[in-house]
């Protein structure tokens, strides 16, 4: 029985050329929109965000420290071999996710791409996941692994994302999602650091 699970994404992304019009659309739609929380860095900087092990504390940083918390993220459209009760190596998928900020205002989109590439012994899924950022203020790339399991069973998971322009042109940290329900929007944070 397939199953749509809301999010996973992969190391090369291999997207449709009416999904790369409709984010290019979108993209310059946001231009529009008002700028993320910006916060000068430092020792009373955010700290970035917490649970999945991040490679530096924020109090390491200099500079500009950019915050989104409390995503909401919708997924518009998911194009998917996995099979989400057994997930086998090889299997794939792409989807194509709004973001919205805590108010409910359109924060962005983000184009992302998965792929199961190894199942370990005691049990754990390894998915690498691949992702840009089209924000209302600038771009972020982020790609990493997590745990098939983790995300079906609501735990956050990460992996490190770079600002590549606008606000985030320069900074780096993480981005971070879990599943609340299946085939429901996303919860999700992203914390980049100068």
Known sequence: MMMNIRRSTTASGLVSGSVLTAALIAATRLLSVSPSTVRPGGAGAAQPATGTGSAEDAGEHSGLSVVHEGIWEPQIRNEQNVNVADPQIGQI??????????????????????????????????????????????????????????????????????????????????????????????????????
Not at 130 to 155: C, M, P, Q, T
């Open 93 to 194: 998928g792409s989807y194509y996710d709004e973001l919205y900020d805590s108010s409910r205002e359109l924060l962005g989109i983000s184009i992302g791409r998965y792929e199961i590439r190894y199942k370990k012994v005691h049990g754990a899924v390894l998915t690498y996941y691949s992702e840009d950022l089209f924000l209302r203020d600038g771009v972020i790339h982020a790609e990493g692994w997590a745990d098939f399991n983790d995300v079906k069973n609501g735990v956050w998971v990460g992996y490190p994302a770079v600002g590549l322009d606008g606000v985030y042109r320069g900074l780096d940290g993480r981005r971070e999602w879990r599943v609340l329900e299946p085939d429901q929007p996303v919860e999700a944070r992203i914390a980049l650091h100068g």
